[in-house]
């Protein structure tokens, strides 16, 4: 598994590599977070509500809105 | 009294007793046999209603009607349209005794072409979704390989299908427009899956890909037996018992264990 030097992306990271694995799970973080301005290893608490409401619009399309949303609600739990 | 429970791996098994069990009676059925004849015919409605029902499992699971939602049920509508026209075909050729070979396109044409604008707008529907989630598309470099090769096989098609069929006096013109609109339908249809079959293989062995991954499957082994079927039948060349046949009731069971997986995903997550 990949291992991010930032707690918080090595938790997102972590609910969601089972789910899309390795190779997305990178990709996603990466995206997502450039998205937003910033990189893996510059990821704050403040800015996991955006990156978890990110990550659920990808979701969706596999598990339909509301079990995205619970992934979404996973991710944006963390601290 | 409740259909039995279905579950992706039972499927599966079903599948793997199924096909070859079908490959056996067509090796060795006698050649235009009425036995041959029911088995030809039934096997596709067998396998058609199972998708039918898996899919509607898979639709029913998902709650609010989103994307997803939506694009599972015009998956779902196609295949039940796909599923009246095996039947229709089967009553055709059995029941009223229609020479099939002799008669296209018949009742079971329509439903077949009209099949496709609920499963070729699923698909599309599945691919703008993922378009615009944001997640990474994969090699870009890969996306002008397949359209590179798509060419080659629509020029292919072209050559060897489409104008010898538009050339050929013998056809009337309503068999044309059909022979024609098939292959062209089948093309809208594969574009997306192969795409869809791309983006899955990006996720590896993750859980969220395999029902993109076995709808596809499923989508693939259909449009390539269209696409022979419409040579074959073109040159008087398919019948009762040909293996192209295998295809589709292979494709049926592969769109049936993709909503099956589907629905057993968004499951495990209400636990």
Redesign the interface.
């Known amino acids: 598994m990949r291992q991010y030097k930032n707690p918080l992306a090595q938790k997102i990271h972590e609910i969601m590599l089972p789910l899309v694995g390795e190779f997305m799970a990178g990709g996603v973080l990466k995206t997502q977070s450039k998205n937003i301005g910033i990189s893996e290893d510059d990821i704050k608490p403040e800015h996991i509500p955006s990156l978890a409401e990110a990550i659920k619009k990808g979701l969706t399309l596999f598990l339909g809105s509301d079990v995205a949303n619970k992934v979404c609600d996973q991710i944006k739990m963390i601290k | 009294m409740l259909p039995p429970m279905i579950t992706s791996k039972n499927l599966g098994w079903t599948a793997a007793i199924l096909i070859p069990l079908n490959l056996l009676l067509f090796l060795i059925l006698p050649d235009g046999s009425l036995s041959m004849r029911y088995v030809s015919d039934f096997m596709p409605i067998l396998t058609s209603l199972i998708a039918c029902y898996c899919l509607f499992l898979a639709f029913k ?4 009607f ?4 939506l694009s599972w049920m015009l998956i779902l509508i196609g295949t039940i349209l796909n599923m009246l026209a095996e039947s229709t075909y089967a009553f055709l050729e059995i029941y009223a005794h229609i020479d099939m070979s002799e008669s296209f396109p018949t009742l079971a044409d329509v439903f077949w072409c009209n099949a496709y604008l609920p499963l070729v707008s699923g698909m599309w529907v ?1 691919y703008w ?2 378009k ?5 598309m994969g090699n870009t470099k890969l996306y002008w390989l397949f359209a590179t090769l798509f060419s080659i096989v629509i020029s292919c098609v072209i050559l060897y299908l489409l104008i010898p069929v538009m050339q050929d006096d013998e056809t009337t013109l309503i068999a044309k427009i059909f022979y024609l609109f098939y292959p062209v339908a089948d093309l809208f249809l594969v574009i997306p899956a192969v795409i869809l079959m791309y983006i899955t293989s ?8 395999k ?2 991954r076995f709808l596809t499957i499923g989508f693939i082994f259909m449009t390539v037996a269209d696409l022979i079927y419409s040579v074959l039948d073109w040159q008087d060349l398919y019948s009762n018992g040909n293996y192209t046949d295998l295809l589709w009731n292979a494709g049926y069971l592969a769109i049936g264990i993709a909503a099956l997986r589907q629905k057993e ?2 499951e495990s ?1 209400k636990i």
């Open positions: 699971s998902f709650k609010t989103d994307h997803t939602k599945l979704a993922y615009k989630s944001g997640f990474p990006l996720f590896g062995t993750a859980i969220l890909s029902p993109l995903l968004i997550f």
